[in-house]
């Protein structure tokens, strides 16, 4: 079986500040993991993958398979951050592409 | 607007009542997701089509949940005999599923949400 895990519901952080929105993740073989993110009145929508080892919008995320974790980093937040993020998770032996998503963590950026 | 569409955006029913909502994708998609999200929790995957065909149920998808996408194109769902329980948003994603391709970013539409007093 495969779950996400996301152990904060509210992560509140003064503009400027680094933010580390954290996920842990379990699945028997090697998955593919991702962040959305849904701002407010906007549908849900992807945010980065680990497999493209890419920087948006200043967040990263590095797969760490040892710690089973996917975490999101951004050195100095901005108020625009502020939204509803989501880790997902897709295993390897999964065809359909179904994704298997965290409870969502919501970041509020105060000036 | 060429993103993906759903409706209606919002639908309240009685228990007992049967609902439907319908999910047009990005013309191009051959694939196409409905997810459940219930309040202060992340997307549950319920069922997924490739062209026409559902290749894949949830469990969480009961013998009350009907899903088609007849020529291909857009999606119903509907519920029979609503419950309390099935208050949610109820979401819709596409993708293209091209072949040779590990991963192929999902497009979620807006959602239609669902209060069964």
């Known amino acids: 079986a495969q779950r996400v895990t996301q152990p904060e519901k509210l992560l509140s952080v003064f503009k400027g500040a680094p933010v580390e929105l954290k996920c842990n993740y379990s699945y028997s073989g090697s998955p593919e993991l991702f962040w959305y993110v849904q701002y407010s009145r906007q549908r849900l929508q992807l945010l980065l993958r680990?497999?493209s080892r890419e920087s948006i919008k200043g967040f990263t995320a590095d797969l760490n398979k040892g710690e089973t974790s996917f975490h999101l980093k951004k050195p100095f937040a901005q108020e625009e951050d502020s939204a509803m993020y989501y880790c997902?998770?897709?295993?390897?032996?999964?065809?359909?592409?179904?994704?298997?998503f965290g409870g969502g963590t919501r970041l509020m950026v105060k000036p | 607007d060429t993103g993906v569409s759903q409706d209606p955006r919002h639908k309240i029913t009685k228990r007992g009542q049967n609902v439907t909502f319908r999910c047009d994708p990005i013309?191009?998609?051959?694939?196409l997701y409905w997810y459940r999200q219930t309040l202060g929790q992340g997307p549950e995957f319920l069922t997924y089509f490739q062209n026409e065909a559902q290749l894949e149920k949830s469990r969480l998808l009961s013998d009350r949940f009907s899903a088609e996408r007849p020529k291909g194109s857009f999606s119903t769902l509907e519920i029979q005999r609503t419950e309390q329980g099935d208050s949610a948003m109820y979401l819709c994603?596409?993708?293209?599923?091209?072949?040779?391709?590990?991963?192929?970013?999902?497009?979620f539409g807006p959602g239609t949400r669902l209060t069964v007093l």
């Open positions: 994603a596409s993708t293209t599923g091209r072949k040779g391709i590990s991963y192929n970013e999902q497009f």
């Open positions: 997902a998770l897709k295993g390897v032996s999964n065809a359909g592409n179904m994704l298997t």
């Open positions: 013309s191009e998609h051959n694939r």
């Open positions: 680990h497999i």
